[in-house]
């Protein structure tokens, strides 16, 4: 089943720059930038930010591979229950998307299993995966230390402890949106990439927050993700495939007592191009209690978030539909 085209058009689009923020400036002027782009839209672009080119090419390059297979050997892969491939649905819930992809675990024990169903050479494939999620790990935790020292946090450790810690419940996801021409049908001729977005476009994957903490996107050179602002406009984010885009999710909203709020964000396909784009996404161990960081409750601020696991929260996400605001569920009255 398609997802119809004319929800593309339920909110206006807006072309406004996308907050992009330079890794390599000065840090008391980068911790400001990066609490600000976290207010603002819960969004933004870092350039300079240390990971090296081949890595993110031999990803590329490895995913490319296994979307290229028969159906019939990608599904072997599957089902993503919760890792491995999936086709078509999202989530539990009766959501579908228009795409491909595979969801994999970032703990290296079950990257080495996983990978003897996706890949020839299963040795390479972890080798890349271990070496990418090695990159965005660490700038996931540069980014947490930026935004706790920006905020005063006493610890400046406390956030990327969480996801340096063996438990955590990091994991991967590249998606694969192939070309869908008008009438909703997958073309697979390939043919020049210039970024753009086409008018023709379907939903690939509907509007969202990401329930993590912090999630790390990059693409191909193919564009379709578009982010929300607080007053519901939509952004195009032109595809940038050496840089990566940070987006806040809904554990930073609780963190940070509503200070930042999580980015809604979808994904359109492209009438006549292949978009892959690649996930990683930054969360807690399970066992972990959610609450506001004690720096961001004041009397003027007091908290708005009941106490929960990052296992309760997980679970309240699979029972809802993929736009549904699962962060009411946990407001206090
Ligand atoms: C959104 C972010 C990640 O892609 C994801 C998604 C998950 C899924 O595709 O299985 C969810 C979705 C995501 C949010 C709500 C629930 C869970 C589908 C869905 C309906 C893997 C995740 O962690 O949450």
Redesign the pocket.
Known sequence: MLVPSPMIRTKKTKAVGIPTIDLSVERSELREQVVKACEEYGFFKVVNHGVKKEVITRMEEEGAEFFAKPNSEKLQAGPATPFGYGCRN????G?MGNLEYL?LHTNPVCISERSKTIAKDPTKFSCVLNDYIGAAKELVCDILELVTEGLWVPDKLSLSNLIKDIQSDSFL?INHYPPLNQNGNKNWAPSKNDGNIDNNASIGFGE?S???ILTIQRSNDVGGLQISTHDGLWIPVPPDPNEFFIMVGDIFQVLTNGRFRSVRHRALTNTTKNRMSM?Y?AAPPLNWWIEPLPKMVTTQNPNVYKPFTWAQYKKA??S???GDSRLDLFKLQ
């Open positions: 999202i989530g539990h819930n959501d969801l996801r969202h990401d329930p993590q996930m996404f996400a699979y809802l539909k993929l």
